[in-house]
């Protein structure tokens, strides 16, 4: 824990001990509607404080905004939209690309492994990013399919 941290968890346990014992003088010297001041603005320096940052020390805005959006409004990262869920799910893309003689499309590989369409999807772009396997699209349907040479028949 660095220095800046533990800066920032003391001015927000001033400031909350400020608002909290704010019609005794002791131990902080502020007293009625001063004290909910100086206790918000101790917040909020401490909160300042500990806001993430980068690696010039600057402080990140983005992730703070995204912070305060709520759950379904915040921005996710590209690689955890993309990233199955299950770390063996692509196992099992190739052994029922195996079982395929190689070539497998999203909806065949969804039901193969009784998965969501989207996990399917990303599952099989994790394989074509890995260079496992292509993305081969039928000019007459259109219909995109991924190729697995390893496990393609033999011509």
């Not at 990262?77 to 497998?104: E, F, H, I, Y």
């Not at 292509?134 to 033999?154: K, M, V, W």
Request: aromatic share 6%; net charge neutral; with cysteine.
């Amino acid at each position: 824990m660095n220095k800046r941290n533990v800066a920032g968890i003391g001015c927000i346990a001033l400031g909350v001990l400020s608002i909290l014992n704010f019609w005794a003088p002791v131990p902080m010297p502020t007293v009625g509607p001063s004290a909910f001041i100086s206790g918000g603005l101790l917040i909020l320096l401490g909160l300042f404080l500990r806001m993430p940052r980068g690696p010039s020390g600057r402080v990140e805005w983005s992730r703070f905004a995204a912070l305060l959006r709520s759950g379904d409004d915040a921005p996710k990262p590209k690689a955890a939209l993309s990233r199955p869920a299950d770390p063996l799910l692509t196992v099992k893309v190739l052994r029922l690309a195996a079982d395929s003689k190689g070539r497998l499309t999203v909806s065949h590989t969804a039901m193969g492994l009784d998965v969501p369409l989207d996990l399917a999807q990303a599952a099989l772009d994790e394989c074509a990013l890995k260079a496992v396997a292509y993305i081969d699209i039928n000019d007459d349907t259109g219909i995109s399919s991924y190729c697995f040479p390893e496990f393609l028949p033999n011509d």
